[in-house]
């Protein structure tokens, strides 16, 4: 029935080990929620990390993730988050797609297209600084793509989102090109979704027109406070994956939460 399944995470925030965010270890959450996606979807294809991979882009977090997705039997792309450093990524991450000069690769699936982009704004960059932004030279690699891409189903994956969501002091860090973007994407009238992080919430919607969602971290979520000012508030709430199931004619989205592998129990009731 579908073609691709795609697993999807955000928002890893690996820390160096014996360090510890909300005393939760990311990549030991991260290792939780991979184990179980891959146990219920052996049949996935491939993993999308859609940036904030570490929590201060320093490179002993990117080789300690590195080491870990050596592990992991599927292809992998990884994007850029405002918690990434870009030049200690790609010390570690030697392979890394680089278009235009920045993380962001295109991915071609047959009947669609993925596209990544990167989002983090620097160098230089500044502490207290995490909204996203793409320059010139990435909008117009966007552009370019997006025009290839005729008569295809697009999907674009990166970490800010160019739209409100209703946490004031997330909608203030989220991407600052929102309008220049919107207005490319309605442009070519070809991208069926754009997934977005940042959030570390389970979000979807429409934003003038075009489709999104986003998914909760694997790690620490963004507690469910629709008037709060900060965008560094953060809660133990069990983490989460995404699911992207493709077709000629179709894209759908599943989320899930990460625990124990529940048993079905199959009996007379149905729903």
């Known amino acids: 029935m579908f073609d691709h399944k795609i697993i999807v995470f955000s928002d890893l925030h690996i820390v160096e080990e014996g360090e510890t965010i909300l005393n939760l270890d990311p990549l030991e959450r991260f290792d939780r929620a991979v184990k179980q996606a891959r146990a219920t979807h052996p049949d996935a294809d ?19 993730l590195k080491e870990y997705l050596e592990t992991v039997d599927l292809p992998i792309h990884l994007m850029m988050g405002n918690h990434d450093r870009r030049a200690a990524f790609q010390d570690v991450f030697t392979n890394a797609p680089n278009a235009a000069g920045f993380v962001q690769e295109r991915v071609d699936l047959g009947a669609t297209l993925l ?7 620097g160098p230089p960059y500044r502490d207290d600084h995490h909204a996203g932004k793409l320059c010139a030279k990435r909008l117009d690699w966007l552009d370019a793509q997006l025009s290839a891409a005729a008569g295809k189903c697009v999907i674009l994956f990166f970490h800010h989102p160019p739209y409100h969501v209703g946490f004031p002091g997330m909608d203030r860090i989220r991407l600052l090109d929102d309008d220049v973007v919107l207005e490319m ?27 999104f969602t986003m998914f909760k971290s694997p790690c620490h979520q963004m507690p469910m406070r629709m008037t709060e000012q900060s965008s560094s508030s953060s809660i133990d709430e069990p983490g989460a994956y995404g699911l992207l199931c493709l077709s000629a004619d179709a894209v759908v989205v599943h989320t899930q939460d990460v625990g124990p592998i529940a048993v079905v129990h199959d009996d007379e009731y149905s729903r």
């Open 46 to 64: 491939r993993i999308m990390i859609v940036g904030d991979l570490t929590h201060h882009g320093r490179p002993e977090q990117y080789l300690r």
């Open 185 to 211: 994407i309605n442009r070519h009238g070809n991208v069926a979704l754009m997934v977005n992080g940042h959030v570390h919430r389970t979000i979807s919607g429409v934003a003038r027109g075009v489709p």
């Open 115 to 121: 596209i990544t982009l990167d989002t983090l704004d």
